[in-house]
């Protein structure tokens, strides 16, 4: 699922972030929640500012080997 994320619609992968979010217990602190609302505002301006897809699966291979 992960390789297909770079050809979803921006909208259709917030609302995919946001149902994870959903899923998760705990949930975001206030302040969590608006550092990930500055970020999402800074790649809305700055689109190429992202991750490449092998950079982010990459980095999540890292977070699951630990």
Do not use: C, Y
């Amino acid at each position: 699922m992960l390789h297909e994320l770079p050809h979803w619609k921006p909208q259709d992968r917030q609302a995919l972030v946001r149902r994870v979010m959903e899923l998760d217990d705990q949930g975001l602190t206030t302040e969590e929640l608006k550092l990930a609302e500055t970020r999402l505002e800074a790649h809305r301006k700055d689109p190429s500012s992202a991750f490449s897809p092998n950079e982010v699966l990459g980095r999540l291979k890292k977070l699951i080997t630990r």
